[in-house]
DNA sequence: AGATTGTATTCGAATATGCGAATACGACAA
DNA sequence: TTGTCGTATTCGCATATTCGAATACAATCT
């Protein structure tokens, strides 16, 4: 029921979507780290973990704190970060339902519909469109 | 410190990362629905919630049972996908530290790491690149 | 001053993603 | 049998992402 922007969410979620980034991440959950750090933990080029870095920090993901010459990174937002780092390593095993079981469901949930106000049947939006 | 595969982890979260996906899974979440639900409840067209739909079956997040002409689908992991959704819909927000704060924790983490082995220290990876 | 270090940015090419239009296709209805 | 429905797939283009190479730049060190 929990309404979402799905554009945000989405922009939020493509920024853990790859798997530097999610390394850096992980990485820095155990605390602060500077790109020297990372670069000697991760399989990545400096150039490429500085770009993924400002990545991060766009999306608020990750800021830094300047220490002399170089740059600390830590998370900006740990619960968040380590709740989906934890989602996905969970990773659930794929369930699959009989039709049998889709259908109960289904009519389990019209019925509980019922009570509600009922929308007009319109013409299907293929035919709508061929109309022009 | 759990240890993912950020490979296959990020490939999972990409799936989560657009709009219209995200749409469709947190319709999902109340019911299994069929491909026509779907496109009247969501501002896209047909062919586009399939191909969508298509990529969602193949990162295994929904899967679907076809009652006689329909299709309906439901969602393959529904703790994953409710908790994802979740998380992103908190969106907690960004905290900003203080250059002490992060000489803190490093120090404390840099005590911590004294009863482990040392690493040689090595020439710089720039410089060594430069050798060749 | 010149070299080195830590880090960021810019550019260009390769690859991936997203979308609409068109089409396919099997049920079913008229 | 012709149309229509529900759905999937294919194609082509537009846009976005990713990466390395090159370069920038300020702060040290020599």
């Known amino acids: 029921m929990t309404e979402i922007d799905t554009k945000s969410a989405a922009a939020l ?9 999610l390394a850096i991440l992980q990485e820095l959950t155990g605390g602060p780290k500077c790109v020297t750090d990372l670069e000697d933990h991760l399989p990545a080029r400096q150039a490429n973990l500085s ?17 002399a ?12 970060t380590a709740l989906l780092l934890e989602v996905v390593a ?3 095993v794929p369930l699959s339902k009989s039709t049998e079981q889709i259908k109960a ?3 389990k949930l019209e019925a509980k519909r019922a009570a509600m106000p009922k929308k007009p049947k319109q013409a299907s939006k293929r035919t709508a469109r061929a109309r022009e």
Not at 73 to 79: D, E, I, N
């Open 90 to 92: 969970r990773n659930e």
């Open 13 to 21: 979620l493509r920024a853990f979507a790859h798997p530097t980034r």
């Open 69 to 80: 010459q170089t740059r600390c990174y830590y998370l900006a937002r740990p619960k968040l």
């Open 105 to 107: 469901e289904k009519a």
């Open 51 to 67: 770009q993924h870095l400002a990545l991060l920090r766009h999306t608020q993901l990750v800021d830094f704190a300047q220490d």
